[in-house]
């Protein structure tokens, strides 16, 4: 497999520029709202989002400089919640313009270990996953899943307040 680095940072570009979009969208106040996934909040999500483009972006370092063995996969959805929660209270109490300046910042790594990448490391597996897949998982597929998620919660929003 040829991985088509152009057209991978086309929907990373696309999915980024929605979710912003979107999070730019909301006042300010209701970003602080929780239930927009479980407890979490926009607030909380942008937290969330920035630690997995960060974990991409980190990873996509090591793997380019040749210390894969460095790479800490989750392995399971067990793992993911533990790693969720404990991020999660890692930021719970930082203002959003922190969070959204980490989340901004977070994007802009991602892209940037992604654009320097060689293109046969990103086909490298790593603790039984394809790099690529990893990346793509932790950015564009990642941006997309909370995208519909605000956008559902919005929704729900505009019904309850009529």
């Known amino acids: 497999m040829t991985v088509d680095k152009a057209q991978i940072l086309r ?3 696309d999915a980024w520029g929605d979710i912003k979009s979107l999070v730019d969208s909301i006042p300010e106040q209701e970003k602080l709202q929780e239930g927009v996934v ?3 909040s926009v607030k909380d999500l942008l937290g969330h989002m920035a630690f997995w483009a960060n974990k991409a972006s980190d990873d996509l370092k090591a793997l380019s400089s040749g210390t894969e063995g460095e790479i800490e996969a989750p392995g399971g959805d067990e793992v ?3 790693w969720n929660a404990r991020e999660a209270a890692a930021r719970k109490d930082k203002p959003l313009e922190e969070l959204r300046r980490e989340w901004l910042q977070s994007f802009a ?3 940037t270990a992604f654009e320097v990448a060689p293109p ?3 086909e490298m597996e ?3 996953w394809p790099q690529l897949s990893r990346f793509l998982g ?3 597929i990642h941006y997309r ?3 519909h998620h605000i956008r559902t919660w919005l929704k729900q929003l505009e019904t309850t307040e009529e």
Do not use: I, M, Y
């Open 120 to 122: 046969e490391k990103l």
């Open 38 to 40: 479980e407890e979490w």
């Open 80 to 82: 993911v919640a533990e």
């Open 126 to 128: 790593v603790q039984g």
């Open 138 to 140: 932790d950015t564009t």
């Open 11 to 13: 929907g990373l570009d």
């Open 145 to 147: 899943e909370h995208e």
């Open 109 to 111: 790594a991602a892209r």
